[in-house]
């Protein structure tokens, strides 16, 4: 697999429920990030999770590193309708340009 | 709050003729970047730019491209004979010196005829 790349590749579920998504990756990181992005835009910083760090949250979101599988999760909690998007993972190896997955794309019913 | 801005929104042009696509990145920003993005697919690295030089570049950043950073506000990426692969979205982001934070424009869509 290429350096970060996220499962499931679509997710669907019902508003107030969990969405989790997890990212893989290849080789030693600096630092792993979540974007989102909404159809046809451009992408949002969500969260930045340092090397040295194994656990981060921010609101809803909740983001896990394990740098011994070279994974990540991102879990939104109470998801909403407005979560609807494709939430990407990317990792710096340190020079500071970004690699990011394929994606996950999530659709929450209301 | 300060923005990434991207210029034009959606550009239709025809194979073989040469594109400019421009940038305003966030003004304290040193760091700037393209991405693009064909429909439906991940989001490809091109190209870094920092203190007035190409720091790091992708394996489709070939001779056609070139970025150019003019003026102290405006950073460009030159397209010099678009083929038919080079419809996709583009992304100009800028990062500070200090965070690892990329701020995205919302994207400049090609369309290469």
């Given at each position: 697999?290429?350096?970060?790349?996220?499962?499931?590749?679509?997710?669907?579920?019902?508003?107030?429920?969990?969405?989790?998504?997890?990212?893989?990756?290849?080789?030693?990181?600096?630092?792993?990030?979540?974007?989102?992005?909404?159809?046809?835009?451009g992408?949002?910083?969500?969260?930045?999770?340092?090397?040295?760090?194994?656990?981060?949250?921010?609101?809803?979101?909740?983001?896990?590193?394990?740098?011994?599988?070279?994974?990540?999760?991102?879990?939104?909690?109470?998801?909403?309708?407005?979560?609807?998007?494709?939430?990407f993972c990317?990792?710096?190896?340190?020079?500071?340009a970004?690699?990011?997955?394929?994606?996950?794309?999530?659709?929450?019913?209301? | 709050?300060?923005?990434?801005?991207?210029?034009?929104?959606?550009?239709?042009?025809?194979?073989?003729?040469?594109?400019?696509?421009?940038?305003?990145?966030?003004?304290?920003?040193?760091?700037?970047?393209?991405?693009?993005?064909?429909?439906?697919q991940?989001?490809?690295?091109?190209?870094?730019?920092?203190?007035?030089?190409?720091?790091?570049?992708?394996?489709?950043?070939?001779?056609?491209?070139?970025?150019?950073?003019?003026?102290?506000?405006?950073?460009?990426?030159?397209?010099?004979?678009?083929?038919?692969?080079?419809?996709?979205?583009?992304?100009?982001?800028?990062?500070?010196?200090?965070?690892?934070?990329?701020?995205?424009?919302?994207?400049?869509?090609?369309?290469?005829?």
């Open positions: 697999s290429q350096q970060g790349e996220e499962d499931p590749q679509a997710l669907s579920i019902q508003e107030g429920e969990n969405a989790t998504m997890n990212c893989s990756y290849k080789t030693s990181i600096n630092n792993l990030q979540w974007y989102r992005q909404n159809s046809g835009r992408l949002v910083h969500l969260i930045l999770i340092r090397s040295n760090e194994r656990e981060k949250h921010s609101g809803r979101l909740r983001v896990t590193l394990d740098t011994s599988k070279k994974s990540s999760s991102l879990l939104i909690t109470a998801s909403r309708a407005a979560d609807t998007a494709s939430y990317a990792t710096d190896t340190g020079r500071r970004l690699t990011f997955g394929s994606g996950t794309r999530l659709q929450v019913q209301p | 709050e300060p923005e990434v801005t991207q210029t034009p929104s959606h550009q239709v042009t025809q194979m073989g003729q040469e594109v400019i696509l421009r940038c305003v990145p966030i003004s304290n920003h040193l760091y700037f970047y393209w991405y693009r993005q064909i429909l439906g991940k989001v490809e690295f091109l190209v870094s730019f920092y203190n007035n030089e190409i720091s790091e570049k992708s394996e489709i950043f070939d001779d056609q491209f070139s970025v150019e950073r003019p003026d102290g506000s405006n950073f460009t990426l030159k397209i010099r004979s678009t083929k038919l692969e080079d419809s996709a979205m583009y992304f100009c982001a800028s990062a500070g010196l200090n965070t690892g934070e990329l701020f995205f424009g919302e994207g400049s869509r090609l369309t290469v005829l």
